[in-house]
């Protein structure tokens, strides 16, 4: 059987494959850095031109065509096939310069590519798992050639970021987050595996597009897609015992019913309920540094109750107990308000997890009355609704505290409540503010305040180090507590005072490495871990990062 990541040679380990099957296979191709002894041995004389290059030289000409493209979309289509071309190449231009990368290879530009996945589609690059294979879901997961794999990164296209059900196309997510894996946190590429599951999509335009390439049917029923799901984590299990399967972007409730199934039976993590909790009470932990406020003595409201809420609100509620106080004293302390006004007791309709946040008080439909009433430290936005934290919005929770929390986290920038700049114009400088966007920096009465991104990249490639370092048996809330502590003390003085929550964007790979060193330290702590603790772990972590860098010559010993 193949080791954990061996299709990519180790350094100074013999190469497998000869000849121009070298220069197909991603994770073997070096293009023009295969030394001209290696070229000789391995059959590759005159199949590549004469110069000899070096990674470096690669990085630049392919820095140089990226710069070339006129657009965001162009430039991610480039990236993806660099990385079916050669995946060194691919993860060495990541790195160069991630806070330029990330959000060509993720957020905001993946949202343009899912919607033309079925037109820019070139290579599959994971398993299409369409529910017409119940019955057969363990011999179709067998087709994929790793036999270690060891997250699993599962979408069923049900609700794509802003853009709801698109069926297949969701694809480009679960590939993309993996990517982000490797790119953020140094997790080997060989053991992840992006898995769409196809059970159709209401989405009637999608079904009549020529171009799209998943299943041309409604959505199965929530009990057809149950048990097709138990039948997929049963085969995982057999197939890849040290797996964990991080759930994305699946439609809200069936997010939160099979991730309260799993959870204490599997290793397995939602992002939008989990990790979008995790990095925005890291923001918070952050907020209360510049207002001096505790947790546990804060008041929260929800502007928006969909599953980014429920998600923040279930960490903050296990953050809170984490301090002393009781899950009920900890749920008072938030209220949630959507598309029919506040969560009270007249509210019929609700969720479980929404019941959980329902206190007494009269109905109301208007923000403004709930936020005079309840009095929140801490408003959060995450609704889609462009625009809704307007003036009166700012300045009422302005004038309720002197340094108030305001987050709008809801995504595209169009989407977003509230702008960082306006945030900031209309608290007078005092807001501590965090977007679910990068916003520009914003001057202001001659201060220059620096806002924060939200956003879940910061959380997820860290727990997928920390769980395939530890081969965690769960990951529980207290896992994302830990790494919104770890994350929110890299953050120092200074960039406190200029308003940043979270570190620096170009210092990712160090930032996570960091999180994902006191998350494992947690999981070994909880007793999670299948491997003995090191005495070292962060020398430990350190040694297990996949680095973009060439296996040396490992010439005739094929
Ligand atoms: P969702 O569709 O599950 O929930 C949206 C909620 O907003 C619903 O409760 C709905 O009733 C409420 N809502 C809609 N219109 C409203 C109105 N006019 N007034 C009050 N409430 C209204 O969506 P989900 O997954 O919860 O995401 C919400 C937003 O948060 C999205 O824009 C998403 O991109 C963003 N988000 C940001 C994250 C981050 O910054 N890290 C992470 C996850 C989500």
């Known amino acids: 059987m193949r080791q954990f990541g061996a299709r990519i040679p180790a350094i100074g380990t013999p190469m497998t494959i000869h000849g121009i099957a070298l220069l197909h296979d991603s994770t073997t191709n070096k293009s023009t850095a295969f030394t001209q002894q290696e070229r000789d041995a391995e059959g590759l004389t005159g199949l590549l031109p004469s110069a000899i290059e070096t990674l470096d030289a690669q990085l630049k000409r392919c820095l140089w065509q990226l710069d070339k493209k006129d657009s965001d979309i162009e430039r991610y289509i480039y990236l993806m096939q660099l990385s079916d071309d050669n995946q060194t190449l691919f993860f060495k231009v990541v790195a160069s310069d991630p806070a330029r990368f990330i959000p060509i290879m993720y957020d905001p530009t993946i949202a343009a590519a899912c919607l033309e996945f079925g037109e820019i589609y070139r290579k599959p690059n994971g398993i299409y798992m369409s529910i017409a294979q119940r019955g057969k879901v363990k011999d179709v997961l067998s087709n994929w050639p790793e036999k270690d794999v060891r997250v699993i990164c599962v979408s069923t296209g049900g609700r794509i970021l802003g853009l709801g059900d698109i069926g297949a196309n969701g694809m480009g997510i679960p590939i993309g987050k993996l990517q982000l894996y490797t790119a953020c946190a140094g997790v080997p590429p060989g053991g992840l595996l992006p898995v769409l599951l196809d059970c159709g999509t209401e989405n009637e335009k999608l079904r009549a597009d020529p171009f799209y390439l998943g299943l041309r049917q409604k959505r199965a029923s929530t009990a057809d897609l149950d048990s097709f799901f138990e039948e997929f984590v049963e085969a995982v299990q057999q197939l890849y015992p040290k797996c964990c399967l991080h759930f994305e972007d699946w439609k809200g409730t ?297 296996a040396e010559p490992a010439i005739g010993r094929h």
């Open 254 to 550: 069936d997010a939160e019913r099979l991730l309260k199934k799993y959870t204490n039976r599997i290793c397995c993590y939602n992002d939008d309920i989990q990790g979008t909790g995790s990095v925005v009470l890291a923001g918070v932990y952050n907020a209360l540094k510049i207002t001096k406020g505790k947790l546990e003595d804060q008041r929260v409201l929800f502007f928006g109750a969909g599953s980014a809420a429920i998600g923040i609100a279930n960490t903050l509620v296990a953050a809170m107990e984490l301090e002393g106080l009781s899950e009920a004293a900890a749920r008072e302390r938030i209220s949630l308000f959507d598309l029919d006004g506040l969560i009270e007791p007249l509210r019929t309709r609700l969720t479980p997890d929404q019941q959980r946040y329902v206190h007494p008080h009269a109905p109301t439909k208007k923000i403004l009355e709930a936020i005079a009433s309840i009095k929140p430290t801490i408003l959060i936005g995450v609704s889609t609704v462009g625009g809704a934290f307007a003036k009166d919005v700012v300045e009422a929770m302005t004038k309720l505290n002197p340094r108030p929390i305001i987050f709008a986290l809801s995504n595209p920038t169009d989407k977003a409540e509230c702008t960082a700049e306006q945030a900031y114009a209309w608290s007078e400088g005092k807001a501590a503010f965090a977007g679910g966007v990068q916003f520009p920096p914003v001057k202001l009465n001659g201060k220059t305040y620096r806002p924060g991104q939200a956003n879940n990249f910061y959380i997820y490639p860290a727990m997928g180090l920390a769980i395939f370092a530890t081969e965690a048996k769960r990951a529980p809330d207290a896992l994302f507590v830990e790494a919104a502590k770890a994350l929110a003390a890299q953050v120092d003085h200074d960039g406190l005072a200029k308003g940043m929550l979270f570190p620096p964007q170009k210092d990712i790979l160090a930032v996570e490495v960091k999180t994902a060193v006191a998350v494992a330290n947690k999981v070994f702590e909880l007793g999670l871990a299948r491997v003995d603790k090191p005495a070292d772990v962060a020398a430990w972590v350190q040694s297990l990062l996949y680095k973009p860098q060439y």
